[in-house]
């Protein structure tokens, strides 16, 4: 009899911890979230709680992961010259310093961005400054590009590549390292996973006076000297709505400048490959003129291409069509700050929509640019894509009007660590739909 119920409680235990371990069991998004949300009130308090819980799961292969052999090939997608597993990512902003970026790879995106990283540790805006819209499914914010710094992100992305090195018995050693960042090891330099990548957003300090662009140059190549090469996609972020004066760099001229000298540092990297160089830019600088403007910079400087969105500073109707909204709510729509949320969605695919437009004619169609200067290349250029982003259907819009990846954020806040599996379910249904 004894036997007996070791045996059922062994097959229990297997059982719980395989679901409770799968990225696919509701119990991530109808309980997880609300218990985490009623456990810490704070909205900020309780991303730092969840960081924490995955980071401590991870470290005892507790962690939600997906399973089921899901990649049938039908979303794999070529970016920068890599097939991609799927086209949906994440956000900077989840992981600010790169604690975890393998446990958001093991959720299933074939894109995780960490950061944005400053290059020297800054507190960001006082608190609080995280606000949720349960209602809308929304946030606000207005963090300040809070950072720990770029050497500490530095330390933690290469404790990645020697705790790689060592769990596939290379050893801890230079070459080691080496071995992996030259692409030796099979595995992308940045992710240290087949068919994924890793992106690592830079941005400038808030001291740093905005109208020295040497000096805001400066910034981001010395994020990129310590960065560029633990990532396989550098973003440029010029487009943070609560930096004062940020926005102002994405005028052509200064813009132009920072992106050169950005690129100039990533193909100077010391490694075989080097990290491809994004730009991310606002969606309220949206004018014909201002999206040439950013087209010109980009095709001049050599960028690899544009993430379309960040969050905003305009806010949606008082009372957005489909939704009630408790006063409470309305209230906070006039908090300074960020907003996001699904709300942003047609903005983003409209926006989508004109940058591939206007990048597909080439650099001698964008004003400024002569399409002629040793940086000019004409080659495609990559555009991913983030802002009110929620489901499946609404990736696949997204991918049909130019992107190549779709970037997700507020969604898996309240959607939960199973989001990416559920928004991949629904584009392949979506798909067989289509086909039948």
Not at 137 to 143: D, M, Q, T
Not at 327 to 347: C, D, H, I, N, V
Not at 386 to 402: S, V
Request: some cysteine; glycine content about 10%.
């Amino acid at each position: 009899m004894n036997r007996v119920v070791g045996a059922g409680a062994l097959l229990g235990g297997a059982a719980t911890y395989a679901y409770i371990t799968d990225t696919r069991a509701s119990i991530h998004q109808w309980a997880a979230v609300p218990a985490l949300r009623l456990l810490h009130q704070n909205p900020e308090e309780a991303h730092h709680a969840g960081i924490r819980y995955i980071k401590g799961l991870y470290n005892f292969n507790l962690h939600p992961r997906e399973r089921g052999g899901h990649d049938d090939g039908a979303l794999r997608v070529e970016v920068f010259g890599h097939i991609l597993d799927n086209p949906i990512g994440t956000s900077a902003g989840i992981d600010k310093n790169a604690e975890i970026p393998s446990p958001l790879f093991a959720l299933g995106p074939a894109i995780v961005e960490v950061g944005g990283v400053t290059p020297h540790p800054q507190e960001g805006n006082p608190q609080p400054r995280v606000f949720r819209l349960p209602s809308q499914n929304a946030l606000i914010n207005r963090y300040g590009l809070n950072s720990e710094g770029v050497e500490h992100v530095a330390m933690q992305l290469r404790q990645r590549v020697r705790q790689f090195a060592y769990d596939h018995g290379l050893g801890l050693t230079p070459e080691s390292e080496r071995i992996i960042l030259d692409g030796e090891a099979q595995v992308p330099p940045g992710s240290l996973v087949p068919g994924k990548l890793l992106a690592v957003q830079v941005a400038k300090n808030k001291f740093t006076p905005d109208s020295d662009i040497e000096a805001v140059a400066n910034d981001y190549v010395t994020c990129v000297n310590h960065l560029a090469k633990y990532a396989d996609i550098l973003v440029v972020n010029v487009s943070s709505p609560n930096t004062p004066g940020l926005r102002d760099l994405q005028a052509t001229g200064p813009l132009t400048a920072i992106l050169s000298a950005v690129v100039d540092a990533a193909r100077a990297t010391e490694r075989k490959t080097k990290p491809a160089v994004m730009v991310k830019v606002s969606p309220d600088e949206d004018s014909d003129a201002q999206i040439d403007g950013i087209c010109a910079a980009v095709w001049s400087s050599g960028v690899d291409g544009i993430i379309v969105g960040n969050t905003t500073k305009r806010r949606p109707d008082p009372i957005p069509k489909g939704y009630i909204m408790p006063a409470r709510e309305e209230k906070l729509l006039t908090e300074m700050g960020g907003y996001s949320g699904p709300q942003m969605f047609g903005r983003t695919l409209d926006l989508v929509t004109r940058y591939r437009s206007k990048l597909d004619q080439g650099p001698s169609a964008t004003s400024g640019s002569s399409g002629t200067g040793p940086k000019s290349e004409e080659k495609d250029k990559v555009i991913f894509a983030t802002g009110g982003i929620t489901n499946g259907e609404q990736c696949l819009q997204i991918l049909n009007a130019g992107a190549s990846v779709c970037q997700i954020y507020t969604a898996m806040m309240y959607g939960g660590v199973g989001t990416v599996t559920r928004m991949k379910q629904e584009m392949r249904e979506a798909m067989r739909r289509e086909k039948a």
